[in-house]
């Protein structure tokens, strides 16, 4: 099975989120953190399961949290780059994720 690695970004994304949803409910934070969680042993499992989103960008969706997980896999190795509300403008997100914008 391929290692999965996550940038520094995807980290900050899902301790932001976690920090949202404990403000909202304690206990919901750690609910949250489990599904990212879940969705990166799917993608280390078969990194081609989800399917490219744009510009060789994947997207997993998370279960019962309306987030997306971005990723790449290069070289057979599965990386991801962000987490992201998906709710958020499909061409705002691909400009962030290819460098052409600051935020999400």
């Given at each position: 099975?391929p290692?999965?690695?996550?940038?520094?970004?995807a980290?900050?994304?899902?301790?932001?989120?976690?920090?949202?949803?404990?403000?909202?409910?304690?206990?919901?934070?750690r609910?949250?953190?489990?599904?990212p969680?879940?969705?990166?042993?799917?993608?280390?499992?078969?990194?081609?399961?989800?399917?490219?989103?744009?510009?060789?960008?994947?997207?997993?969706?998370?279960?019962?949290?309306?987030?997306?997980?971005?990723?790449?896999?290069?070289?057979?190795?599965?990386?991801?780059?962000?987490?992201v509300h998906?709710?958020?403008?499909?061409?705002?997100?691909?400009?962030?994720?290819?460098?052409?914008?600051?935020?999400?």
């Amino acid at each position: 099975m391929p290692e999965l690695r996550t940038q520094p970004e995807a980290e900050w994304d899902a301790a932001e989120i976690y920090d949202w949803y404990e403000d909202q409910r304690p206990g919901l934070g750690r609910a949250f953190l489990a599904r990212p969680d879940e969705c990166y042993g799917g993608i280390a499992s078969n990194p081609y399961r989800y399917a490219v989103a744009f510009d060789d960008f994947r997207q997993g969706m998370l279960k019962k949290f309306r987030y997306i997980v971005y990723y790449k896999v290069i070289d057979g190795e599965p990386i991801v780059y962000r987490v992201v509300h998906s709710a958020r403008e499909p061409d705002a997100v691909r400009r962030f994720l290819t460098g052409s914008d600051d935020s999400p």
